[in-house]
């Protein structure tokens, strides 16, 4: 009986969902800024060519096979050599003949903490849908109170350049379909991918969802508790105001996605924002698309975390989409 109850909540709320077909605006007021100079794209490419891929089977299901994987690569912000890890699965849907077609998951704020739950419940329908995919594990503790805004700038750059070199390095192997490379954000992973696609022109077919345009705003009106607990430890450290904290983020933080946004073509997006979302806030999400050129989306009457109610039915839609993107070439359709 309570299956059945929550089958008709979920269908409830779901007819309510509005679907927004890409070049209709419904945000009155903002301009598309102009394409991010080529100054700014470079410094969030990879200079140096990373080291060999090493993979390692951890197990597997009818349709996927989970690896974890490392590469190394040198940083010229750091001035060193490090190590990048994540998980690639692998699709065992269906035989690619000139490859499967690969995803770049970008964990939530949580990541590790969360298990990366989100991450690898979509990298496993990516794998059902006939695509292979992959997200790079992250730092427990991102908004760490002993990190300012240039802090936070050098980890944006990192990530970028890592998954970059991650798509060249997987894009090397003959599973894997060059052509056909996309990726898939959801919260901080959407508003990172945003930075991610407007410095990487492989990108073909990108999911959004519930991301935001201006990352300094998200964070002066978001309701996250690690937001929240980010913001008053740097306050009392430091004895700044929030003011002055928003000022700092203003100037030293060069990978805002409102920098960024307007050199992304909107027919490579598909968006995802919840109406109640109070972390990061729904007017951001609307303020992002429409710097993205008004790309398709959907609406839903939902909040930020209720989103997860819609987590089937979000991978469906969206992959489905991202197979349309690619349909060069015969994939299997989502389940």
């Avoid at 944006?156 to 997987?170: K, Q, Y």
Wanted: with cysteine.
């Amino acid at each position: 009986m309570n299956r059945r109850y929550a089958l008709v909540a979920f269908l409830a709320v779901f007819s309510g969902c509005r679907h927004i077909p890409d070049g209709h605006r419904v945000e009155p007021g903002l301009v598309r800024p102009a394409a991010p100079t080529q100054e700014q794209v470079r410094v969030l490419r990879p200079i140096y060519p990373s080291g060999p891929l090493a993979l390692e089977t951890l197990d597997s299901a009818s349709s996927w096979e989970r690896n974890r994987f490392n590469f190394q690569v040198y940083c010229d912000l750091d001035g060193d050599y490090r190590v990048v890890r994540g998980e690639y699965y692998r699709t065992l849907r269906g035989a690619g003949e000139a490859g499967f077609p690969l995803i770049a998951i970008a964990p939530i704020l949580g990541g590790e903490g969360e298990g990366y739950l989100a991450s690898r419940f979509i990298a496993r329908e990516c794998c059902r849908s006939g695509f292979s995919a992959f997200f790079l594990y992250q730092e427990r503790t991102i908004l760490s109170g002993q990190r300012d805004a240039l802090g936070l700038e050098s980890r944006m750059r990192h990530e970028v350049r890592d998954n970059i070199s991650a798509l060249t390095a997987f894009s090397a192997l003959d599973e894997v379909d060059a052509g056909r490379l996309g990726s898939f954000g959801v919260s901080l992973g959407a508003i990172r991918n945003v930075v991610l696609i407007a410095a990487e022109p492989r990108l073909k077919a990108n999911v959004l969802c519930l991301g935001g345009l201006d990352l300094v705003a998200i964070l002066r009106t978001s309701r996250e508790t690690m937001v929240l607990r980010y913001l008053s430890s740097r306050m009392e450290r430091e004895s700044l105001s929030s003011r002055e904290v928003e000022l700092e983020f203003r100037k030293y933080f060069a990978s805002n996605p409102a920098n960024l946004a307007g050199g992304i073509s909107p027919r490579k997006v598909l968006m995802f924002l919840s109406v109640y979302d109070e972390v990061v806030p729904y007017n951001e999400g609307l303020a992002l698309r429409q710097m993205l050129g008004a790309p398709e989306a959907y609406l839903m009457p939902l909040g930020h975390y209720t989103a997860l109610l819609g987590a089937p039915w979000i991978t469906y839609r969206a992959l489905g989409w991202v197979s349309g993107r690619f349909a060069g070439k015969q994939l299997s359709a989502p389940r």
